[in-house]
């Protein structure tokens, strides 16, 4: 699944427990000019990193995978809950889609190339 919007706020990675490793993006979504909705993604262990580069303001294509579980609570009453686990982000404009344009090469003019190669073909 994927979304379009605009980065409202990117948190710092914190330890949830010894082995897992977290961090979470609001992205502001404008499907209604008049009723914005703020989506909370999740990155996880080594996809934290993936929002090193992202700033607030960036407008951002943000894909993921959405999770749900069961947990039941100290009274024995089951409860469910999802979670939007994000799992690849592209700047759409903002600081880092700025860096993050490719190197150019020119092209090549082949009609200069010598006349004497020895390919096969």
Same mark, same amino acid.
């Given at each position: 699944?994927? /979304?379009?919007?605009?980065?409202? @706020?990117?948190?710092?990675?914190?330890?949830?427990?010894?082995?897992?490793?977290?961090? @979470? #993006?609001?992205?502001?979504? %404008?499907?209604?000019?008049?009723?914005? @909705?703020? /989506?909370?993604?999740?990155? /996880?262990?080594?996809?934290?990193? #993936?929002?090193?580069?992202?700033?607030?303001?960036?407008?951002?294509?943000?894909?993921?995978?959405?999770?749900?579980? *069961?947990?039941?609570?100290?009274?024995?009453?089951?409860?469910?809950?999802n979670? #939007?686990q994000?799992?690849? %982000?592209?700047? %759409?404009?903002?600081?880092?889609?700025?860096?993050?344009?490719?190197?150019?090469?020119? *092209?090549?003019? /082949?009609?200069?190339? *010598? @006349?004497?190669?020895? #390919? *096969?073909?």
């Amino acid at each position: 699944m994927d /979304i379009k919007g605009k980065v409202h @706020e990117v948190s710092a990675s914190f330890q949830v427990t010894d082995s897992l490793k977290k961090r @979470e #993006l609001v992205v502001e979504y %404008i499907e209604n000019p008049q009723y914005p @909705e703020y /989506i909370k993604f999740e990155a /996880i262990q080594d996809r934290c990193a #993936l929002l090193d580069n992202v700033k607030v303001g960036d407008d951002v294509e943000v894909f993921f995978n959405l999770r749900g579980r *069961p947990w039941t609570d100290k009274t024995g009453k089951k409860n469910y809950f999802n979670t #939007l686990q994000l799992w690849r %982000i592209n700047v %759409i404009t903002g600081n880092a889609a700025a860096n993050a344009q490719p190197a150019y090469a020119p *092209p090549v003019d /082949i009609s200069s190339a *010598p @006349e004497d190669d020895d #390919l *096969p073909f």
